[in-house]
């Protein structure tokens, strides 16, 4: 397998910082437990789809005394159209209680602390810990573990190993937005059926590994 070199990883990260200076997260959320929560609901989901539940679950619920206090049968009413709503709202409605006994109701801003949350892994922690609290952290979701050691910017064939390679390898600069980048990368260029190669404006860079 071939990876990008430090001056080709460099240009690659520049290119997208020039054309989109400031990526967002494609989840709408009002403040650290309502992202917890949209993250949550997005395992196996499309951001589209849990914006369209959250819409109206998070008039009603945007802290975790409402979202207790709405209970898990009222909770599904909001986020039935969702894939897995019955484990997920479980844990929604128990992460809720977690955070109010454990946290004072604050979201919290460690990982290992996060993932002592019920249905909060790692990769939902580092969104959390990356897209509200700007820390550098690297959520290897299913664009991530395919798009990056096909490009080159990293290597391995677990979450954790290639956000272990993304982590030493992309420049300190650039790790803020690194996961959104190549996320959205993945999402709408290099697609997993038809990669738009001709719009691609990494194309000259990448490795095409697996190709």
Known sequence: MELL??????????????????????????????????VVLSAQATD????????????????????????QEKLISYIKTIGLYKNKSANIIKLSQKLISDFNSTVPQTREELMSLPGVGRKTANVVLNAY?????????????????????????????????????????????????ILLHGRYICTARNPKCTECIISDLCKHNGE
């Open 133 to 181: 609290f700007h820390k550098p952290t690297m959520p290897v979701d299913t664009h991530l573990l395919r798009v990056s050691p096909k490009i080159g910017l990293g290597e391995g064939k677990t979450p954790e190993q290639v956000e272990e390679s993304l982590l030493k390898r992309i420049p300190q600069k650039y790790l803020i937005n690194a996961h959104h980048w």
């Open 5 to 38: 070199s430090a001056k080709e990883l460099d240009e690659c990260f520049s290119r997208w910082e020039k054309q989109n200076p400031n990526p967002q997260s494609e989840l709408d959320y009002t403040n650290a437990f309502t992202l917890l929560v949209a």
């Open 48 to 71: 589209k789809g849990v914006n369209r539940a959250t819409k109206e679950l998070f008039k009603v619920a945007d802290s975790p005394e409402k979202m207790a206090s709405i209970g």
